[in-house]
């Protein structure tokens, strides 16, 4: 049913829950949506406590698939103990694969090893090399968590899921939703076909500024990983401005 306001448009009758099912399923529909908030509430709450004072940290993204014979694996293990033995506390997604390397090399250096689990129906199981471990059963918290207690990010080889952090981080910096922070593209083999795509079809057609390009390195390098880090915080410091604080306040 439709009926006409003053401008000549149609206004819609749109039906309340209430009305478009039975009330008793309504209600049940209603009180298990507001648990469910609840939930991502307390996660984000249980988040904060633990993290918040662990700063600087670095969250490390990648494959959950790659086993530790893989020579990624193998990269990201020393990329992490040489992030930890420098003091930044390393953040993984607490699973195996990349995120194990991660958490181990971290556990074995001079600062703390964070996972941030997720609980799925299958794939992933958490690994052993965490002195901080947190379960998420949502992905919201999870992922804003990653971004909000993070001083870099360091992107290993990985799939979906790896380009979906990668891409949320890059966007909401880019936004200047969240603050700038360095990112680098760990496998010049892997990515470089990915950034070649970037710079020839995104920036070429306008689709990002071609200065976004500039948002992110790419390197092989254990230590050119960390000194990317270092020469980007030399600049301007470890503290948070004012603004940068209240961009994470609405992240």
Known sequence: MTNE???GLKNKVVPTLRA???PERATNLKARESWHLFGIMSEFVEATEHLSE??????????ARLKPEHPAYQLCEVIARKLSDAGFAVISGGGPGIMEAANKGAFNGKSPSVGLNIVLPMEQVGNPYQ???????HFFPRKVAFVKYAQAYVIMQGGFGTLDEMFEALTLIQTRSARRIPVVLVGKAFWQPLVDWMQNTLAAQGMIDPADMNLFGLTDEPDEVVDYIFDYYEKRGFAQSAQEREWLLRL
């Open 5 to 7: 306001n003053e401008n």
């Open 20 to 22: 478009a099912t039975q």
């Open 54 to 63: 662990i700063r600087p940290a670095v969250s490390i993204f990648g494959s």
């Open 131 to 137: 002195n901080i471990s947190l379960k998420f059963r």
